[in-house]
């Protein structure tokens, strides 16, 4: 029974964990697609307002990358849950390790471009979906 049991706990974590991941593809396609339709939107004519408008697509995805990284970093302690030898863990740890790191020097820079342009990096995404 208790076999029985830990199996089914994998089924499902894998299925949490797949879930996760399947969130975090979407949420950072939705990024690049409105980081796309971003660009391509007429800007203004002046050379300073198109690196502006660069730099707010670029907070944009920025934003809806480290939303993806989080869920995506939420699966891998999941999955490290059902790892059933210490390699995949150890692989598991070392994914784990270097999304963190993506995920901090990714919201640095977010912060640092949306403080200097005037506004919240939220704040940014809103304005180029609008």
Request: proline content about 3%; cysteine-free.
């Amino acid at each position: 029974m208790e076999g029985g049991l830990e199996e089914m706990f994998r089924l499902y974590a894998g299925y949490v964990a797949l879930a996760l991941e399947i969130v975090a593809v979407i949420l950072i396609a939705y990024g690049a697609v409105e980081g796309v339709i971003g660009l391509l939107r007429p800007g203004p004519a002046k050379p300073a307002g198109r690196f502006a408008k660069r730099k707010r697509v670029w907070v944009g995805l920025g934003v809806w990358l480290l939303l993806g990284l989080e869920f995506e970093l939420g699966a891998d302690i999941i999955r490290s849950a059902i790892s059933p030898t210490w390699e995949m863990l150890g692989q598991l740890a070392a994914i784990a390790v270097i999304r963190t790191f993506l995920n901090y020097f990714l919201e640095k820079d977010v912060e640092k471009y949306s403080e200097e342009s005037g506004g919240v990096a939220g704040e940014a995404a809103v304005g180029e979906a609008g």
